[in-house]
């Protein structure tokens, strides 16, 4: 299962009751920070292996050497990783002036469109084959939302296990995608398991206009967070001008790419009573949802799915 929680939903600046956007992936025991530190929302994020920046801007980056000290004042030794689309490792330098040395070590490792990060490369506390796929995405600058993919392996067979040698104890190597070495030969996952099952899909958009690559990322996902900054149909023309999406942007998006569920984030500190524009979202997809503050959902893997 994977459990996300919005840490903050706000475009530009906090509000009393709406800190920046924001948003944890947790799985296992571990977790991901996607965009920036806004409230912790009841969130442990020393569990944190990895922080994913999305872009540079300023509202987006200005919290990071203030989380990264308290880590390190919380008793924080493990490793964390820093990812972020090019000119990461300028931002990173910029950030170190500030934090100085830490009790732990920072890892910045510097995303590209298209190429996933194996996150049990990360952890070992991921599942196999879990990753992280950074997606273009359409900004003023250079940016990248994310989508988070963990697969489900097929359904173990015990008979053939035991046909095979395995001993009980190994089985649960191989239900993880792990070969288990016997004397005569190396068994492998797939001579046990089933065909792979449907997994679980979360895309967070970041800042962006809508564009065909976040479309393809979104293809089926069961929750996506979407830019959202402006509310009505005929702010069409700021929004794009801004880099951003409106409420019926987003939903026409999540529609076209047959997402579960949308999530809308990011929407303006004008915007007082986001609810009363979400109809015109709904019209378009009805599963279209304000996020808030402190908003979770724990996705689970289908039950009758074979």
């Known amino acids: 299962m994977l459990t996300i929680t919005l840490l903050g939903t706000a475009a530009t600046m906090p509000l009393p009751e709406r800190a920046l956007t924001a948003a944890v992936a947790e799985c296992g025991g571990h977790s991901l920070l996607l965009g920036r530190l806004s409230r912790r929302a009841g969130v442990n994020l020393m569990r944190a292996d990895a922080i994913c920046l999305t872009h540079y801007h300023g509202d987006h980056i200005f919290g990071l050497p203030g989380l990264l000290q308290t880590l390190g004042a919380q008793g924080r030794t493990r490793p964390l990783v820093l990812l972020g689309p090019e000119g990461l490792l300028e931002v990173w330098r910029a950030v170190y002036a500030l934090t100085g040395p830490l009790p732990y070590a920072v890892k910045p490792l510097v995303c590209r469109a298209g190429q996933p990060v194996a996150l049990d490369a990360l952890s070992d506390g991921w599942p196999a084959g879990a990753a992280l796929l950074p997606v273009a995405t359409k900004h003023r600058v250079r940016s990248l939302g994310y989508r988070l993919e963990l697969p489900r392996a097929g359904r173990f067979d015990p008979e053939k296990a035991r046909a095979l040698g395995v001993p009980v104890t190994q089985w649960r190597l191989l239900q993880r995608g792990q070969a288990v070495p016997l004397a005569e030969h190396m068994v492998q996952p ?11 899909r979360f895309v967070f958009s970041g800042d962006s206009a809508p564009c065909p690559t976040l479309e393809q990322a979104a293809q089926g996902a069961d929750l996506l967070l979407c830019d959202a900054t402006y509310a009505l149909p005929e702010q069409q023309e700021q929004a794009a001008q801004w880099g951003h999406s409106t409420f019926g942007q987003s939903a026409a998006l999540a529609a076209k790419a047959g997402a579960k569920r949308l999530w809308l984030v990011h929407y303006s500190p004008m915007i007082t ?34």
Do not use: M, W
């Not at 797939?190 to 679980?200: D, F, I, N, Q």
């Not at 009573?273 to 019209?283: C, G, K, N, Y």
């Open 190 to 200: 797939a001579e046990v398991l089933g065909a792979p099952r449907k997994g679980l």
């Open 273 to 306: 009573d986001p609810e009363q524009q979400l109809a015109q979202a709904q019209s378009i997809f009805p599963a279209a949802e304000c996020g808030f503050d402190g908003k979770r959902i724990t996705l689970h893997y289908e039950e009758n799915e074979e």
